[in-house]
């Protein structure tokens, strides 16, 4: 344990000044008291010498001891407010609130509703963030009870040390601290002082195969339990001993596994051995079937050791003949007595309308799985046999062989030619077809005129307008073919194309130019040959180009068409410390452009915001100017002395001008100011005072370490107040980051007599 002497060997843990550190432990040691009482288990400590906040305070009882005090019963409260000094900031205990609820530090276990020990009206979060918890001692009112409060309060430190030892309780048990000792709070299947004996389950018949960790047939002993081959377990396979002394359950036992009951085949018989009861493992089962069926499985099954038997159960079946199908364009009549084609079974064949049937009309199925006689066959009727026509095709579907009974003939002509007479025939029933067959005659086109302003020239192979018979068109001189020069009759009797018409020569079509006007004169037809088209354009715009176009007979016109151009102004430039933006509705810097100008930050625009290009090509007025703004002049007359900066002018916008004072004098206020774009300065100017003082500053500054000695012991209570009230908030931050700073004082107290130490 350290103390304040050791402390003052070594002032830089005070996280301050060497010489203002010495001083305070020099000032310190004249109140420093060590209080110490130990026993052999659970302690309380506290430092008398100073007050930390909650945080300090924790590292200072984790650095020494074990934690913040944790209190476990009123009995504890009790001796803690009998044996522990009244003091006016009272103790922090180690007890926080961490995500709303209230918990131990130490354990970090929450606060339970039995445990707590709130003063009247808290805790109540008064002023808020009160996260941590002081103990009232000796207090007139409340003694021994909490009140919430803020963590960076400064209070004494309540610590204390721990009885309980990593090999306490056999490690079987939770250790649970108390005044002078600590007990023994056993886990589940131990018990005993120190929880040293293991609770035991009665022994089990040898067979089963155990594990017994902590002692045979004791808490945590496993069995496990397995049957021979073809039996299996009557309850669970694996007991285990709990803290009762109790098995999970009763042991179980070994029946013999058993299969699913058979039942004896349809037209069949069964004959089963069994060994360990009816339909159980290795039970065996041999099947028969009456005369006049056969099995259609295995012959024996047997029972296995999963329960399972060896294959299906066999069927009796009737002895089956081969399976009999129509015939084809015929019909099949059966009567079955065991079965789809099974022994007795009789069938009768019929032929449909236009077929004649050849072979036996009835068979049956006998004992040998054989039919009496082949099954017949249906056979068409057929019809006289036919030839192509003359310039044509014959194209036939033969369902049931070469013209007979539903044969189709379809007749088609050669390519130009169509035909006279039915399409298609048929072959009936009767052995007759549907109709005469047909001729092919040559096919007709529609007949042509020469077009209007044209000539028409056509040649015949066929006869007039027939198939391959063409025809070619020309045109007048001044007019073109619009449609194909040649056209051919096809097959289907159409041309390949339409007629052509002869037109007048076409120019490409003219628009009006933007911001411009098109007139035109049309002879033959809109932009036709000869056609005249003459241009004009808007206010504000010039034609660029011819002003009258003509069409000519080779389909264009005499010259370019010409444009509507914008009249243009000069070019604008940014003004100096400005921007320039314009809207240029046709082109840059055309008519009707528009030229917006603003100034930069601090930058003030002269003449007019906006200007336009008109139609005679001037702008609406003089581009402006950008002027600096300026801020009010400043004067400094001793004792202030002012520099000032003007990097665009006296005192203007980004002037900036800094203040100091003359020896003797501290300056009151900002040290710079600056000239703003809303021509305010940045601040007020600053005063000069008159320093004070300056005796201490110098006692502080130039003294040795003797002499501070000496000053300190003749410093009033009030000098020393001073001196501590000038320490700054770093220096504190400094102490909480090193708690060990002031461990000089510690109180370590029980039930028995005090020592002082110094």
């Given at each position: 344990m350290g103390s304040a002497v050791g402390l003052c060997s070594s002032p830089r843990a005070w996280g301050c000044d060497w010489n203002i550190a010495r001083l305070l432990c020099f000032a310190a040691i004249s109140w420093v008291l060590m209080t110490q009482m130990e026993v052999g288990a659970w302690t309380y400590h506290y430092g008398d010498k100073s007050d930390y906040?909650?945080?300090?305070?924790?590292?200072?009882?984790?650095?020494?001891?074990?934690?913040?005090?944790?209190?476990?019963?009123?009995?504890?409260?009790?001796?803690?407010?009998?044996?522990?000094?009244?003091?006016?900031?009272?103790?922090?205990?180690?007890?926080?609130?961490?995500?709303?609820?209230?918990?131990?530090?130490?354990?970090s276990k929450a606060l339970t509703k039995e445990a707590e020990n709130w003063a009247s009206r808290e805790p109540n979060n008064k002023g808020r963030n009160q996260d941590c918890v002081e103990m009232y001692i000796k207090r007139d009112n409340d003694a021994g009870r909490w009140n919430d409060e803020r963590c960076q309060k400064k209070k004494r430190a309540l610590c204390y040390q721990a009885s309980c030892q990593s090999s306490s309780c056999s490690q079987r048990g939770d250790c649970v601290e108390t005044i002078g000792n600590y007990t023994c709070d056993c886990y589940p299947g131990f018990y005993g002082l120190e929880c040293e004996h293991v609770v035991r389950c009665k022994n089990l018949d040898p067979g089963p195969d155990c594990s017994h960790?902590?002692?045979?047939?004791?808490?945590?002993?496993?069995?496990?339990?397995?049957?021979?081959?073809?039996?299996?377990?009557?309850?669970?396979?694996?007991?285990?001993?709990?803290?009762?002394g109790n098995w999970t359950a009763e042991a179980p036992e070994c029946a013999a596994l058993k299969c699913p009951v058979l039942a004896t085949p349809g037209r069949g018989q069964l004959n089963c051995t069994n060994w360990h009861g009816d339909f159980t493992?290795?039970?065996?089962?041999?099947?028969?079937?009456?005369?006049?069926?056969?099995?259609?499985?295995?012959?024996?099954?047997?029972?296995?050791?999963?329960?399972?038997?060896?294959?299906?159960?066999?069927?009796?079946?009737?002895?089956?003949?081969?399976?009999?199908?129509?015939?084809?364009?015929?019909?099949?009549?059966?009567?079955?007595?065991?079965?789809?084609?099974?022994?007795?079974?009789?069938?009768?064949?019929?032929?449909?309308?236009?077929?004649?049937?050849?072979?036996?009309?009835?068979?049956?199925?006998?004992?040998?799985?054989?039919?009496?006689?082949?099954?017949?066959?249906?056979?068409?009727?057929?019809?006289?046999?036919?030839?192509?026509?003359?310039?044509?095709?014959?194209?036939?579907?033969?369902?049931?062989?070469?013209?007979?009974?539903?044969?189709?003939?379809?007749?088609?002509?050669?390519?130009?030619?169509?035909?006279?007479?039915?399409?298609?025939?048929?072959?009936?029933?009767?052995?007759?077809?549907?109709?005469?067959?047909?001729?092919?005659?040559?096919?007709?086109?529609?007949?042509?005129?020469?077009?209007?302003?044209?000539?028409?020239?056509?040649?015949?192979?066929?006869?007039?307008?027939?198939?391959?018979?063409?025809?070619?068109?020309?045109?007048?001189?001044?007019?073109?073919?619009?449609?194909?020069?040649?056209?051919?009759?096809?097959?289907?009797?159409?041309?390949?194309?339409?007629?052509?018409?002869c037109e007048a020569v076409k120019c490409p079509v003219l628009d009006s130019p933007g911001r411009g006007q098109l007139k035109c004169t049309h002879w033959h037809g809109d932009f036709t040959y000869n056609s005249t088209c003459?241009?004009?354009?808007?206010?504000?715009?010039?034609?660029?180009?011819?002003?009258?176009?003509?069409?000519?007979?080779?389909?264009?016109?005499?010259?370019?068409?010409?444009?509507?151009?914008?009249?243009?102004?000069?070019?604008?430039?940014?003004?100096?410390?400005?921007?320039?933006?314009?809207?240029?509705?046709?082109?840059?810097?055309?008519?009707?452009?528009?030229?917006?100008?603003?100034?930069?930050?601090?930058?003030?625009?002269?003449?007019?915001?906006?200007?336009?290009?008109?139609?005679?090509?001037?702008?609406?007025?003089?581009?402006?100017?950008?002027?600096?703004?300026?801020?009010?002049?400043l004067r400094g007359l001793e004792p202030i002395l002012m520099n000032c900066s003007h990097p665009l002018g006296s005192f203007s916008y980004g002037s900036v001008c800094r203040f100091r004072c003359t020896q003797g004098y501290f300056l009151n206020g900002t040290s710079r100011v600056r000239c703003q774009p809303d021509a305010h300065w940045s601040d007020k100017m600053p005063t000069c005072q008159e320093e004070a003082a300056p005796y201490f500053k110098q006692v502080l500054l130039y003294m040795g370490g003797g002499a501070v000695a000496l000053v300190a012991l003749l410093l009033t209570g009030m000098l020393i107040a001073l001196l501590i009230k000038r320490l700054s908030d770093k220096e504190e931050e400094k102490t909480l980051l090193n708690p060990t700073s002031d461990l000089g004082v510690t109180g370590v107290f029980t039930n028995a007599t005090f020592d002082s130490n110094l």
């Open positions: 906040s909650w945080e300090v305070a924790r590292n200072f009882c984790r650095s020494f001891y074990t934690d913040l005090v944790a209190i476990q019963n009123q009995r504890e409260i009790a001796y803690l407010n009998s044996v522990l000094p009244h003091h006016r900031t009272y103790y922090w205990i180690g007890i926080r609130k961490i995500n709303n609820v209230w918990t131990w530090v130490g354990t960790p902590l002692g045979e047939y004791s808490y945590n002993s496993t069995c496990k339990f397995l049957c021979q081959e073809g039996f299996e377990l009557q309850g669970l396979d694996t007991l285990q001993c709990l803290e009762s493992y290795n039970s065996t089962c041999a099947f028969s079937c009456e005369t006049g069926f056969v099995r259609n499985g295995s012959e024996t099954l047997e029972c296995t050791a999963l329960g399972q038997w060896t294959g299906h159960p066999p069927h009796c079946e009737a002895v089956k003949c081969p399976v009999l199908d129509s015939p084809d364009r015929g019909q099949l009549n059966c009567t079955h007595r065991h079965g789809d084609f099974t022994y007795n079974s009789t069938c009768a064949f019929s032929c449909e309308t236009g077929f004649v049937r050849n072979g036996s009309e009835t068979l049956e199925c006998t004992a040998l799985g054989q039919w009496t006689g082949h099954p017949p066959r249906c056979e068409a009727v057929k019809c006289p046999v036919l030839d192509s026509p003359d310039r044509g095709q014959l194209n036939c579907t033969h369902r049931h062989g070469d013209f007979t009974y539903n044969s189709t003939c379809a007749f088609s002509c050669e390519m130009g030619f169509v035909r006279n007479g039915s399409e298609t025939l048929e072959c009936t029933a009767l052995g007759q077809w549907t109709g005469h067959p047909p001729r092919c005659e040559a096919v007709k086109c529609p007949v042509l005129d020469s077009p209007d302003r044209g000539q028409l020239n056509c040649t015949h192979r066929h006869g007039d307008f027939t198939y391959n018979s063409t025809c070619a068109f020309s045109c007048e001189t001044g007019f073109v073919r619009n449609g194909s020069e040649t056209l051919e009759c096809t097959a289907l009797g159409q041309w390949t194309e339409h007629p052509p018409r003459a241009f004009s354009c808007e206010t504000g715009f010039v034609r660029n180009g011819s002003e009258m176009l003509e069409c000519t007979a080779l389909g264009q016109w005499s010259d370019h068409p010409p444009l509507c151009e914008a009249v243009m102004c000069p070019g604008l430039a940014a003004p100096g410390r400005g921007r320039l933006n314009c809207t240029h509705w046709y082109g840059d810097f055309a008519y009707n452009s528009t030229c917006a100008f603003s100034c930069e930050t601090g930058f003030v625009r002269n003449g007019s915001e906006t200007v336009e290009c008109t139609a005679l090509g001037q702008w609406t007025g003089s581009p402006p100017l950008c002027e600096v703004m300026r801020c009010p002049k």
